[in-house]
Each structure stands twice: as C-alpha cells, then as structure tokens.
C-alpha cells in the first residue's frame, strides 16, 4: 500500500515561495503526472516527496503515516533521476546490486532479485557491460531496474527521458508504462512534455507558478480545461483563444456562448471548413504545414488573433487564400473574464 497525501505542503528558499500550499492525494497504484512549464515546482514538489528537500509547512502523509521529518531512505520510495546517476566503474549487475549490498542483504536475494530486474527491463545480455559502454535507452534501463530490486512502494521518475531522442523516448514510454501495469505500485513521474503526461497518466497535476491549476484524468483535462492556462497547455497544437469584443455578438449567437463569456477557445481539429461567407469566422492563410498524417493551417482571422487549424491530409489550400470556418457549439470552450471555465 502507498497512498500519498499532501495537505497545504510549502516550500521557500528564503523569501521566494518555491511550492505555494499543495493540497493532492495520489491513491494507491495510481500513475501520477507532475506536469507544467519550467519553474512551476514539479521537481521541487517530487523532491519534497523524496525527502531530498526539506518542507517549510504542510504535512506529507504515506498511508495515514507522517512524513515530514522521516529519512528518505525509510519512506518506501526510489527514484529515477534524469542524469541516471550510474557508477561508472561498476557494471550493470554491479549498478543494480549497489543499493541492496549497502543494506547487506543476503548474496542469494541479490542474485534473485536483481536477476528478476534484468529479465523484466531486457538487460540479460548487458549485465557485465560498464556505462560507458550502453546507450541512453539502455542507461536508464538501469537505472529503473537499481530502483526496481529495492522493491519501494512508490517509485519516482524526475523527467526520465528527456536525455533521449524522439524515437527512443517513445520505446522507454511504452516500456515504464508496461512496468506500472506489470508492478502495480504507485507511480509519480514529472515531465514538462505534454504527450507524456497525456499517454502514461492515470491521473495529470498540472502545476504553475508552485500551485495547481487542475488535477484530473487526461480525458479531463483535454475536453474540460478549467481555465485558459490549461487550455492552452495541454493540447499540441494548443486550443486557439478568441477575446469577446462588443462587436462579437453574432458569434456570440451563433455559438450559443454564456453571456458571461469573456473568451472563447477552439481545437485546431474541431475547425470545419466552410463554403465562402458561411463560417463564423473568415481569414487568410499563410502557411501550410505537411505532417503526414495531417495538415497544419495557420490562418490570419479577421478581428482576431492568428489561428492553427488541423486538417485532413489532401486538403488544398494554398498560401493567401480566403477561408471561412465554422465549429458545433459543442466543441467550444467558454471562459469567463478571469480565466476560468464556464460550464
């Protein structure tokens, strides 16, 4: 069992208020998403966790037990870091073993558990290599299968595979998310990448300057942002933002919109094109961008600001040409004066 709860949880480096009064609970099992822009405190927060950092107030509760002032070696946690932090003059095996010989477990439960590591992360054909000697990928297996064979409650990954490229990230993805369904221990793992969040997360923490803007599963945050900084955020390209203006009420009655409305928001896949004069909105290309499996228009809108719209491979558009758009009021998103969502 690893049922983590945090209750008004701060952190200040002086007068600078790192973490501003967290309030989360991470249910056991669960995949937890610590995500937001640099500096929002997502490290600091999973520091805190670790008990690499101290907390300046709050409580930091495992399973009903306070944590505050516990060691981070008695909380039942491991973490992955981004540098991997190998030895580099011992091998693989001797990596993995590291943590268990220094708590003198037996010779036999080490060669038992480590070997049921390495089967798991596909690291049996590297056991006597050093790490100077692996790849990206292959380090941070390593890295995993040290925090594996210490059998914690919780595991910890600090942006795991930002070191890696594009295609070997997707591989290590799939491979962690494949471990928490095999493990089925809880898991919090930070990133600043949204795809990643969007693909592993059970449950998404989106954070901004040291406080959550909005916790939910990755439907949720997608389909109901609950404000304007979430809406753009998550999302790749992000949702296009209209400002309501006096002149705007036909589009505000065309849209169906609150009439406490103050912004209205649109996907760039929930844009349909229309025949000349019959959209709610009207502007110039100018640019299309060839993705493969789609088409990327950006558009210049009359009385707005420029829009990204995402479009069927094959459609024809070409630069400088006048388009008009159109949207079911269902895929509209209305936000009130101060950001926040209107349901």
């Known amino acids: 069992m690893a049922k983590l709860h945090l ?15 967290i309030d989360l609970t991470i249910e056991d099992g669960e995949f937890c998403v610590f995500v937001g822009p640099s500096g929002c405190g997502k490290s600091t927060l999973l520091r805190m966790i670790a008990g690499l950092e101290d907390i300046t107030g709050g409580t930091f509760e ?7 002032d516990i060691a981070p070696a ?18 693989v095996y001797e990596n993995i073993a590291f943590g268990l010989k220094v708590r003198k477990t037996s010779a036999s439960e080490i060669k038992t558990r480590v070997g049921e590591a390495v089967t798991m992360l596909q690291l049996e054909k590297l056991t006597e290599r050093y ?17 594996i064979v210490g059998q914690p409650q919780t595991f910890l990954f600090d942006e795991p595979l ?30 600043h990448d949204q795809v990643e969040a969007m693909t592993l997360a059970d449950k998404i923490v989106l954070l901004r300057d040291g406080r959550i803007e909005q916790v939910g599963t990755p439907h949720d945050l997608y389909e109901r942002p609950q404000n304007l900084f979430a809406a753009q955020f998550i999302g790749a390209p992000k949702m296009n933002i209209f400002k309501l203006t006096d002149e705007c009420q036909n589009l505000r009655e065309s849209l169906k919109l609150d009439r406490n409305a103050h912004y209205f928001g649109i996907r760039p896949d929930s844009f349909e094109i229309v025949q000349p004069g019959e959209g709610i909105l009207s502007g110039k290309v100018r640019l299309n961008e060839y993705l493969g499996n789609a088409c990327l228009i950006h ?11 995402e479009q069927p491979v094959g459609t024809k558009i070409t630069t400088g040409t006048t388009i008009s758009l159109n949207a079911k009021a269902d895929n509209v998103h209305a936000f009130a004066k101060d950001g926040n969502r209107i349901a």
């Open 131 to 147: 790490p100077r000697e692996l790849s990206g990928g292959q380090r941070q297996r390593v890295a995993i299968g040290r925090a």
């Open 299 to 309: 558009a210049d809108i009359e009385g707005h600001d420029p829009v990204i719209l």
């Open 74 to 91: 008695k909380r039942g946690v491991a973490m992955v870091f981004q540098s991997y932090a190998l030895y580099p003059h011992l091998s």
């Open 162 to 191: 930002s070191n890696l490229d594009a295609e070997l990230r997707v591989h290590m993805r799939t491979q962690i998310s494949e471990l928490h369904q095999r493990l089925k221990r809880t898991m919090i793992y930070v990133t």
């Open 7 to 21: 209750k008004e949880l701060r952190k200040s480096y002086g007068t600078v208020d790192a973490i501003k009064g």
């Open 62 to 68: 495992i399973d009903g037990s306070r944590m505050n």
